[in-house]
């Protein structure tokens, strides 16, 4: 059964996150609340989240924050750490539909009001995006739930694994293109495990994702990459990404395209793990 969150009204939204943007996260540890009379529920019927639920979200966010150091800034490990566990527990716990967590309303009453504090130990004196939810690719709930969603496999032993492969600016590299490619859990599991079998050593993989993905981009009006099945995609990706390392290492011109093409086979005999 999913649940149906409050959203906060965009004015009021707009108002506490300049009202909130210098305050420190032991400022906002006392300002937080379940509930706010510019929160509406959307008239679609459904089951609406209560307040033992909101309690317990914020004390498994809180208990988080508290293992990378909240209230104190956290360093660079932390916070991935951080993101990192976020995530898992926001996909597990929050019971949301996807489309209700399309809502950028949704979050911005989880990180204005339920949980001010723990969004502005993440992310100090936040622009309003991260906390609006104007843009869920930066927002600081909205982003680990969309990324836990695009990776889960039910089916893994360990069905959040893939959180694990690419980085946060490398995953947002595919999810700023959800239109075409983000939106499909199916295809983003694909290139996760296409990407752990490659061996990138002495390349940018930030350089090689984004032609990748420009590649893909101009793929996706001719094939419905939902039809083939699991082998067939991950076949389909693996040449389009060795496609991808020939024409990046050929095109300074320093080595030829026949030697790219040798550099690439050999970057999926490499020495990462093959997807399980």
Request: no cysteine.
């Amino acid at each position: 059964m999913t649940l149906l969150y409050p959203r906060l009204l965009r004015h009021r939204a707009k108002i506490l996150a300049a009202e909130y943007k210098e305050l420190n996260p032991l400022d906002l540890h006392n300002r937080w609340a379940l509930a706010d009379e510019s929160a509406v529920f959307v008239a679609t019927g459904g089951t609406r989240v209560d307040r033992d639920k909101l309690q317990f979200l914020r004390d498994i966010v809180i208990d988080l924050a508290k293992e990378s150091g909240f209230p104190e800034p956290p360093d660079s490990r932390q916070k991935v750490t951080f993101d990192l566990n976020l995530a898992v527990a926001l996909h597990k716990e929050m019971r949301i539909a996807p489309a209700e967590a399309a809502a950028g309303d949704v979050w911005a009453f989880l990180a204005l009001i339920v949980l001010p504090d723990v969004a502005h130990w993440r992310y100090p004196r936040p622009p309003a995006d991260r906390v609006l939810g104007s843009d869920l690719t930066r927002h600081v709930l909205g982003r680990m739930w969309w990324r836990a969603h695009l990776v889960y496999s039910p089916a893994d032993s360990e069905p959040y694994a893939a959180l694990h492969v690419l980085g946060e600016a490398a995953f947002d590299q595919i999810y700023a293109r959800r239109a075409a490619l983000g939106g499909s859990p199916h295809l983003i599991k694909s290139i996760l495990r296409v990407w752990r079998r490659m061996d990138l050593k002495g390349m940018t993989e930030r350089d090689i994702l984004r032609d990748f993905l420009k590649r893909l981009l101009r793929l996706a009006p001719f094939v419905v990459f939902e039809a083939l099945d699991e082998s067939a995609l991950d076949e389909e990706l693996v040449e389009i990404a060795k496609e991808t390392v020939v024409g990046v290492l050929s095109a300074g011109g320093q080595i030829s395209v026949e030697e790219a093409a040798i550099h690439a086979a050999r970057v999926f005999g490499g020495s990462r793990s093959p997807a399980p």
